[in-house]
Each structure stands twice: as C-alpha cells, then as structure tokens.
C-alpha cells in the first residue's frame, strides 16, 4: 500500500511529468530520447499539418510530390533508472536535498517510461546494490517504484559506482536505457561505466549542490564528510583566483565529463536550486 503523503506526491509529478511529454515526447514524431518512443515505419504523401522537419527532400525531388517519414512508437524497451542513496546525496545548502530531487527525478523517467508502454526498472545504490527491482509494467510496478524512491532507507553510507555498473553489467538483458542519477561523487567510476555503455544507452544526469561546484571565500572550514565520519579542514582562502578547494572542484567536474564523453554518455546536469523540469525538457528536445 502507497503512502497518502507519497501518492500526493507522486499525484504533483505526474502532472508536470504529462505536461513534459505533451511538449517533448507525445506531440513529436521523433524519439526524444533514442529508443525512447519512435521508429521508422514508411514514407508517405505529405499532409496538411505534418512537421515538417519529417520531410524526406531527396525521395520528393525524385517523385515531384512532397513526401515525409512516418513513424510507430517503439515498444518492449527498457528502462533502468539507476539512483545513488549513498550518504552524500543527503546534503544540501538550499532547502532541498539533493537524495530529495534524485528522488523526483526518478519518479519523472519512471512515468514517463509507463506513458511509452516501457519496461521500467530501478536501482537504488550506495557502494553496494541496495534495491534492485526487476522491469515491470503497469500502474501498480511503476507507484511501487515511486514509492521505494521516496521511503527507502539505505544501509550504507560511502559510494561505489563501479560496483553498481558491475552489477547492471552482469544483467542478461541488452540494449536498455540507463539513466544513472548521482552527484558522480566518485573518483573510480570509468572502469564499470565504460561496460555498462557498450551494452546500453546510457544518460548521466548529474546532482550537484552549489558549494559542490564553487565554494566561496571564506578562509580554513573544518567540515565532516557523512560518507566515511571524518572531519576534514577545506582551504578556502580567498586568492587571485579564488579559493584552492575550487580548482579541485573544477578538475572534478572536468573530469567527469571527459569520461562521459569518451563512452559516449549523454550528459544533463541539473541543480537543486532551480527548477529542474525546463532543464530535463531541454534535454529531452536537444537528444
């Protein structure tokens, strides 16, 4: 049984999830994600209100009338949605935390997999595989999943990407879309998501606080760090060019999207502060 307070919940998302789609995936003749909604079926007459960007030139030049590709929804994908739990998505300098907007974003791919008939699966990983729900369809799987997103409690703090990638790598299942929603926290991850991508499409979507990407000017900081218990002394002395701890951040980042880059992951980078739902739609457009 759902939640009254995570059925409201998830009440509220699916109604700017629908608004999403009606603009990015149902009211568009192309996949907005590959393999997430459309495939070639023929090509045909062209007709009063088709999109033009379906316009195939060089069949009409050939035949002297205007003809477009028409397309079918694609059906029987995929759908892992991959969510780190571990104990630094619980932080935050604004008023939500970042496990909270993992959380809502997870939610947001898992109906919008139901809306296009998909397969839906979820992982939920710290540095070890803490939840792993088999593909399901249907209303029940898919608020079973929202529901586990916004009440499980993980048993472990620290992160280990690679042992999550290792996991979905060992999965008899190929071709899925894999969306891996973390703040990428994690200097050793390359190794397992370069396996994941050569079996599966594969969208990083990055959580990163603020102060995880520029920390101001404010001199020596004891802080704790929740994943191992320690406390840690942060140079943030202010500089010519900022304070040390940013070029460390900055390289962080850097490197991320390197790797991103060298497997071929796509990248959406969304911050808690600001409303995440133009940004996913961006992306949703753009790919």
Avoid at 102 to 126: H, P, Q, R, T, W
Avoid at 202 to 214: F, M, N, S
């Amino acid at each position: 049984m759902v939640e009254p307070a995570i059925l409201e919940q998830i009440r509220l998302i699916e109604i700017k999830t629908k608004r999403l789609l009606s603009g990015a995936l149902m009211g568009d003749s192309r996949s907005a994600v590959r393999g997430f909604g459309f495939d070639f079926d023929q090509i045909r007459p062209y007709q009063m209100g088709d999109d033009v960007r379906f316009i195939d030139w060089r069949a009409s030049s050939r035949t002297d009338k205007l003809l477009v590709k028409q397309y079918r929804q694609e059906m029987n994908r995929t759908l892992l949605i991959m969510i780190d739990v571990s104990a630094s998505a619980f932080y935050s300098s604004s008023s939500l935390l970042k496990n909270e907007l993992m959380a809502k974003i997870g939610a947001i791919l898992s109906l919008a997999g139901e809306y296009n008939n998909d397969a839906v699966s979820l992982l939920l990983f710290s540095d070890k595989v803490e939840l792993f729900i088999p593909p399901g369809k249907g209303r029940g799987h898919i608020h079973g999943i929202v529901n586990e997103l916004f009440t499980f409690k993980p048993t472990r703090k620290k992160t280990n990407l690679n042992n999550a990638f290792e996991y979905v790598g060992s999965l008899r299942r190929k071709g899925m879309i894999v969306f891996i929603v973390s703040d990428f926290i994690d200097d050793q991850c390359d190794r397992g998501l370069a396996v994941v991508a050569k079996k599966h499409e594969v969208i990083a979507i990055t959580c990163l606080d603020d102060r995880e990407k520029q920390f101001p000017s404010v001199g020596f900081v004891s802080m704790h760090d929740t994943e191992t218990g320690c406390d840690i002394m942060i140079d943030a002395k202010k500089s010519s060019d900022g304070p040390l701890i940013n070029r460390f951040l900055g390289k962080r980042i850097a490197a991320h999207e390197h790797i991103f880059n060298q497997y071929g992951v796509r990248h959406v980078a969304i911050e808690p502060k600001k409303d995440f739902f133009p940004d996913l739609l961006s992306f949703f457009r753009s790919y």
